[in-house]
């Protein structure tokens, strides 16, 4: 099994940058999917963004252009690059790992079932 941990998050001012990333150990290369999910208070999980195993990425249309997710090359560790960062983006950052099923990464962020590794969670405050 693969085991995630979630650190960088943090507090800051809309208009601030972090760069939570999620170390990863196990069987890593197995997965073909890695995914960040975001959860505020009081609302559901939402998909951010996913990442394949060929490297392609996909991201919900409120963090387009702001958040760029990557994986370095032994794919031990994922950084969510988030810029210009505003109240909405407030939560608790997930890190996944999960197999697509023949579903695109797209598809991914909205079916959180495909990922059966979840790290504890960074929480991100921006005010």
């Known amino acids: 099994h693969v085991q995630l941990a979630e650190s960088g998050g943090g507090s800051v001012q809309a208009g601030g940058s972090l760069r939570p990333s999620c170390a990863t150990s196990g069987h890593t290369i197995s997965r073909d999917c890695m995914g960040w999910f975001r959860q505020a208070p009081g609302k559901e999980r939402v998909g951010v963004a996913s990442i394949g195993s060929d490297g392609g990425t996909h991201s919900r249309v409120s963090v387009k252009g702001r958040f760029t997710f990557s994986q370095d090359n032994a794919k031990e560790t994922t950084t969510l690059r988030m810029t210009n960062l505003n109240p909405e983006d407030t939560g608790m950052y997930y890190c996944?790992?999960?197999?697509?099923?023949?579903?695109?990464?797209?598809?991914?962020?909205?079916?959180?079932?495909?990922?059966?590794?979840w790290g504890q969670g960074t929480q991100v405050t921006v005010s």
């Open positions: 996944a790992a999960g197999w697509l099923f023949g579903h695109s990464i797209n598809d991914a962020l909205l079916r959180p079932t495909l990922f059966d590794s």
